[in-house]
């Protein structure tokens, strides 16, 4: 008896840690991309061309070690040190974000106005390619060279392949949208494109303005954030520098202990304010390639 009833534990534990797996293998989906290839996306969001990780990486360390320097040079803290190397580590991540930002604003409301000369060359009879290739010289001249590209490929690959090179050369989402409209149209018959065309283009001219708005919103409290989690570093660095021995007291373990202490609550409420201001992501999710 105590032996059938090892065996029928035994298989029940089978079971459930087959079924387990089970499910874990249907909803793991496809792989998730790594650290260098979410960077790469990144990068080439910010428009950045011919940057490789490995360079971003040296950027971001040269960066770290010359604000390090500084600190150290200015105030002579290890803890104010530590800090400033990381975020100078984290500042060209800084600036790409805020290029990436600023890129894609005028990316997709150029992408509105292509879309809507790609509607009219529709309507007056032009197939999709003779439309997007003439849009490589009346396009908006955000996207001439993409259309360019986009033109030549044409030329010397399929449609679905040309236009997959310009969506990764873009990576916008926006011009995802418009891509699989474009692939769609060209699978199926475009009989109904130009009333497809017509409201995405209206909808993206829309999204565009409301995010404007958004923004123009988000940035007095962002900045609101800045001065607050600035003040206390600004007001340490001039009395430290009028009057070094005032703050000696930072200067022995325990003082170092308490500026670690205020820094990190510093950082966490920058932290906190930016994650209360934040906006939704417009992650890329029609990709086919």
Same mark, same amino acid.
């Given at each position: 008896?105590?032996?059938?009833?090892?065996?029928?534990?035994?298989?029940?534990?089978?079971?459930?840690?087959?079924?387990?797996?089970?499910?874990?293998?249907?909803?793991?989906?496809?792989?998730?991309?790594?650290?260098?290839?979410?960077?790469?996306?990144?990068?080439?969001?910010?428009? $950045?061309?011919?940057?490789?990780?490995?360079?971003?990486?040296?950027?971001?360390?040269?960066?770290?070690?010359?604000?390090?320097?500084?600190?150290?040079?200015?105030?002579?803290?290890? $803890?104010?040190?530590?800090?400033?190397?990381?975020?100078?580590?984290a500042?060209?991540?800084?600036y790409?974000?805020?290029?990436?930002?600023?890129?894609?604003?005028?990316?997709?409301?150029?992408?509105?106005?292509?879309v809507?000369?790609?509607?009219?060359?529709?309507?007056?009879?032009?197939?999709?390619?003779?439309?997007?290739?003439?849009?490589?010289?009346?396009?908006?001249?955000?996207?001439?060279?993409?259309?360019?590209?986009?033109?030549?490929?044409?030329?010397?690959?399929?449609?679905?392949?040309a236009?997959?090179?310009?969506?990764?050369?873009?990576?916008?989402?926006?011009?995802?949208?418009?891509?699989?409209?474009?692939?769609m149209?060209?699978?199926?018959?475009?009989?109904?494109?130009?009333?497809?065309?017509?409201?995405?283009?209206?909808?993206?001219?829309?999204?565009?303005?409301?995010?404007r708005?958004?923004r123009?919103?988000?940035?007095?409290?962002?900045?609101?954030?800045?001065?607050?989690?600035?003040?206390?570093? $600004?007001?340490?660095?001039? $009395?430290?520098?009028?009057?070094?021995?005032?703050?000696?007291?930072?200067?022995?373990?325990?003082?170092?202990?308490l500026?670690?202490?205020?820094?990190?609550?510093?950082?966490?409420?920058?932290?906190?304010?930016?994650w209360?201001?934040?906006?939704?992501?417009?992650?890329?999710?029609?990709?086919?390639?």
């Amino acid at each position: 008896m105590p032996l059938v009833l090892s065996l029928t534990l035994g298989l029940g534990v089978l079971l459930i840690y087959l079924s387990v797996t089970a499910r874990r293998e249907r909803e793991a989906g496809p792989p998730r991309e790594g650290l260098a290839e979410r960077l790469q996306e990144f990068l080439r969001q910010a428009g $950045v061309e011919g940057v490789r990780t490995r360079d971003f990486l040296l950027l971001s360390a040269a960066s770290g070690g010359a604000m390090a320097a500084v600190a150290q040079l200015g105030l002579g803290w290890p $803890v104010v040190t530590l800090s400033a190397f990381l975020v100078g580590l984290a500042l060209p991540a800084w600036y790409f974000r805020q290029r990436r930002e600023a890129r894609r604003a005028v990316l997709q409301a150029a992408l509105a106005d292509a879309v809507d000369a790609l509607r009219a060359a529709v309507r007056a009879g032009m197939s999709v390619e003779e439309g997007l290739a003439s849009l490589a010289r009346s396009g908006p001249e955000t996207l001439r060279p993409a259309f360019r590209e986009l033109a030549r490929d044409l030329r010397l690959s399929g449609f679905e392949e040309a236009v997959g090179r310009t969506q990764e050369r873009l990576a916008d989402p926006v011009f995802d949208t418009v891509a699989a409209a474009l692939v769609m149209a060209h699978r199926v018959g475009g009989r109904n494109l130009s009333t497809v065309l017509e409201g995405l283009g209206r909808s993206v001219r829309q999204a565009v303005q409301v995010e404007r708005e958004v923004r123009a919103h988000q940035a007095k409290n962002v900045l609101s954030a800045r001065v607050v989690a600035g003040l206390p570093l $600004v007001l340490i660095a001039a $009395v430290r520098s009028i009057n070094p021995a005032y703050l000696d007291v930072f200067s022995s373990p325990v003082g170092q202990a308490l500026l670690a202490i205020c820094l990190a609550s510093v950082t966490v409420g920058y932290g906190a304010m930016l994650w209360a201001t934040r906006l939704p992501g417009n992650e890329r999710v029609l990709r086919w390639r």
